[in-house]
């Protein structure tokens, strides 16, 4: 469903009534597009005395291409790892404060720290913890479509950083913003040989990929080189059809909930790919009602389908040994799992359990090299958000940094860097996709 009001408000009389009226302006967002550049100008970057990660993204930076000359810049970067105590935070201020205004419209900041947990001292663990007020009050304050992003890199990661980094810069962040990313020491950074095709040679599963965002999701891995597996029930047998024939993959209609599905799922990988090395569990219901008036069923389809049936299927790949070292597990999370939202006590469990599992599995998965995350989108323009009554979806659209209402495929652009074989210090991360959405954490 389109924004009739962002078009309205983008357009020559509705900025100047917007403007007057003190109305929410939605920017237009800078999404990529095959064949864009990085990012389309100079990108500054500095460092607080000591930083371990100036030299590291400056050689991120010089090898795509990219200068630091001219009075705008498309993006800040700001290495902080070298703050120790609260004393050397005035290193930000002193370079935020005059380059905020040479930002241009969708500009990307980007601040990169140590994680409290990994600092030598209570005094470096308070310093680097503030930075996420920071950063996430410049993504409220620089607008235009800017986005702001703190990155906390373990010492020893140094060298993985490069699929984030180029993540946050590139039009694929669009609706991503005051997030907080954890980046770890990878037992192995494979930099694609083609960073516009990282996923050429690798094989993905996508669950719910008949429409809206789990069809984003298949779309973007095949354009990225996957091959793609689009799963979903029988009863969107067409639609599936129709995304796998349009990304030359291959469709496989199972209703994930019915017994032995997850053993029919791990007999059809195995027999005719051999291994998964990418699986993305997108499928989910909703079922609302409050939970005075939820009868059980409501309650045990959604959970089964939104969580249970995400534990059986990774058991069942895992045991079989049908995800190799190197392999992704990405969940679909959801804000509501974050927030909560009234009605919907099913769907906010069933989705602070996806949360849940990702972080309790990352540890363990780690041992075998397997890195689990997940996405937890805001409002998202799809079929789904278009049925909400008009008062609650405009609500949801504005009620963001960026004024409005994200698309599928900015889930599926998170999820592909996620993806990414240079991704391999990121696990246990929840990104939300949601413009930097007032609501939750």
């Known amino acids: 469903m389109s924004d009739r009001y962002a078009s309205f408000a983008n357009s020559g009389p509705g900025r100047a009534v917007v403007k007057r009226l003190g109305l929410p302006a939605p920017p237009r967002l800078r999404r990529y597009h095959l064949g864009d550049p990085l990012v389309p100008g100079p990108v500054l970057l500095d460092s607080a005395p000591g930083g371990r990660l100036h030299e590291p993204v400056r050689e991120i930076l010089k090898a795509a291409g990219i200068g630091d000359g001219g009075e705008r810049y498309s993006a800040l970067i700001f290495d902080a790892s070298g703050v120790t105590d609260s004393t050397g935070l005035r290193a930000l201020y002193d370079f935020f404060h005059p380059h905020a205004r040479s930002l241009t419209s969708s500009g990307r900041v980007i601040v990169l720290g140590t994680p409290p947990e990994a600092c030598d001292s209570p005094r470096e663990a308070t310093a680097q913890r503030a ?10 304050e620089f607008g235009r479509g800017t986005t702001a992003q703190l990155v906390y890199v373990t010492p020893g990661a140094e060298s993985a950083i ?89 469709a496989y209609q199972l209703d994930l909930t019915t017994a032995g599905a997850p053993d029919r799922l791990a007999d059809h990988i195995g ?93 363990v998965l780690a041992e075998r090299g397997i890195t689990i995350n997940a996405v937890a989108p805001g409002f998202i323009e799809t079929r789904m958000t278009a049925k909400m009554p008009m008062m609650l979806r405009e609500a949801g659209r504005r009620m963001n940094s960026m004024s409005q209402g994200g698309l599928p495929i900015d889930v599926a652009e998170t999820i592909g860097w996620f993806a990414s074989p240079a991704s391999g210090g990121i696990t246990g991360n929840v990104v939300r996709v949601c413009g930097q959405s007032l609501l939750g954490a």
């Not at 930075?131 to 409220?140: A, D, P, W």
């Not at 694609?192 to 719910?208: C, N, Q, S, Y």
């Open 162 to 250: 490069e699929s984030t980094v180029r993540f946050l810069l590139s039009g694929r962040s669009a609706y991503v913003s005051g997030q907080v990313i954890r980046i770890g020491p990878a037992a192995a950074v494979n930099p694609p040989a083609d960073w516009e095709r990282p996923l050429d040679g690798k094989i993905a599963l996508v669950t719910g990929a008949a429409r809206g965002i789990g069809a984003a999701i298949a779309r973007v891995l095949a354009r990225d080189g996957a091959q793609v597996i689009a799963l979903d029930v029988p009863a969107a047998g067409d639609a599936l059809a129709a995304v796998a024939n349009d990304i030359r993959g291959t």
């Open 131 to 140: 930075l996420e007020g920071l950063t996430r009050s410049i993504g409220k």
């Open 271 to 363: 027999g005719r790919h051999g291994r998964v090395d990418i699986v993305v569990h997108n499928a989910g219901i909703t079922r609302d009602k409050t939970i005075a008036r939820m009868d059980a069923d409501r309650w045990d389809s959604v959970l089964d389908v939104n969580l249970s049936s995400q534990e059986r299927i990774n058991e069942i790949l895992l045991d079989r040994g049908l995800i190799p070292d190197g392999g992704r597990l990405i969940g679909v999370a959801s804000i509501a799992g974050i927030a909560g939202n009234r009605g919907q006590t099913n769907y906010a469990t069933s989705k602070a359990g996806v949360i849940g599992l990702v972080r309790s599995m990352a540890p």
